[in-house]
C-alpha cells in the first residue's frame, strides 16, 4: 500500500517563528488532508489539497502531485498551534492512510 | 458549521466486556468511517461504511468489531468482547463523496 512519510517528527519553536512540515508518499493520490490534533486529541481538519496552493489565515498548504509531497506552512506560530500535524492520503480507492505526524511545541 | 459528534467522549470498560461507541455523521453524507488511535501512534482505519453495508476494513477489524447505521442518523462501532489492547482513541468521520472526510471528536476507550 501507500507510504506516507513525514517530517521533522519533532519540532521546537519559538512563539512567532515560521516553520515548514513536509508530507511525502509513495504512489499517486486523489486525496489528501492536513489535520492538527490538539492536546485534547481531537482531529481538526485544515485542508483538502490533492494538488495545489490554499491558505487559511496563518496556515498555508501546498501539494506537487506530479512530486509526491505536500508542505504545510505556519507562519507567526502561536502556543495554540502546538500539537500534532498529521498528513494523510487516499489512493485509489483506499482509505485515508495516515503518516506518523509531527508533533509541534510552540513556546512563549 | 455542521460537525460529526461522538458519544460518550470517554469510556471505561471492563476486559471481556462489550461497548458500543456512537456516531452521529453530517446529515448529507453518504460515506462513514471508523479510525482508531492507540495513545502515541497514528490514526489507523477500520472500516468504512456506505448504502448500508460494509465497502472496506482493515485486517485490525476482526470478528470482535461490527458496524450498523440502526437509523437515518446513528453509526455505531460495537467490541463484542473488549480486550486491554482495544484501549484507544476511536474516530468517526464522513464524508459526502470519496472527498474530504470530516472527522468527530473521539472516544476514548479505556479497558481495564
Known amino acids: 500500500g501507500i507510504q506516507v512519510e513525514q517530517s521533522p517528527p519533532d519540532l521546537i519553536l519559538q512563539e512567532g517563528a515560521n516553520s515548514t512540515l513536509r508530507c511525502n508518499f509513495s504512489?499517486?493520490?486523489?486525496?489528501l488532508q492536513w489535520f492538527h490534533q490538539n492536546p485534547w486529541g481531537q482531529l481538526i481538519n485544515l485542508f483538502y489539497?490533492?494538488?495545489g496552493t490554499k491558505q487559511n489565515g496563518r496556515l498555508s498548504a501546498t501539494t506537487v502531485a506530479t512530486e509526491r509531497y505536500s508542505l504545510l506552512y505556519i507562519s507567526s506560530s502561536q502556543t495554540t498551534d502546538s500539537g500534532v500535524y498529521f498528513c494523510?492520503?487516499?489512493?485509489?480507492?483506499?482509505?485515508?492512510?495516515f503518516g506518523k505526524g509531527t508533533r509541534l511545541s510552540v513556546i512563549a | 458549521e455542521p460537525e460529526v459528534t461522538q458519544t460518550p467522549s470517554h469510556q471505561v470498560t471492563q476486559m471481556g466486556q462489550e461497548v458500543i461507541l456512537r456516531c452521529v455523521p453530517i446529515?448529507?453524507?453518504?460515506?462513514f468511517y471508523w479510525y482508531r488511535q492507540i495513545l502515541g501512534q497514528k490514526v489507523e482505519f477500520l472500516v468504512s461504511?456506505?448504502?448500508?453495508?460494509?465497502?472496506?476494513k482493515s485486517e485490525i477489524f476482526d470478528d470482535q468489531f461490527s458496524v450498523e447505521r440502526p437509523d437515518g442518523s446513528n453509526f455505531t462501532l460495537k467490541i463484542r468482547s473488549t480486550k486491554l489492547e482495544d484501549s484507544a482513541m476511536y474516530f468517526c468521520?464522513?464524508?459526502?463523496?470519496?472527498?474530504?472526510?470530516?472527522f468527530g471528536p473521539g472516544t476514548r476507550l479505556t479497558v481495564t
Open positions: 468521520a464522513s464524508s459526502v463523496d470519496r472527498g474530504t472526510e470530516y
Open positions: 504512489d499517486s493520490v486523489n486525496n
Open positions: 489539497i490533492p494538488s
Open positions: 494523510a492520503v487516499v489512493s485509489g480507492n483506499t482509505p485515508l492512510v
Open positions: 446529515s448529507n453524507h453518504l460515506y
Open positions: 461504511f456506505y448504502n448500508n453495508e460494509i465497502s472496506e
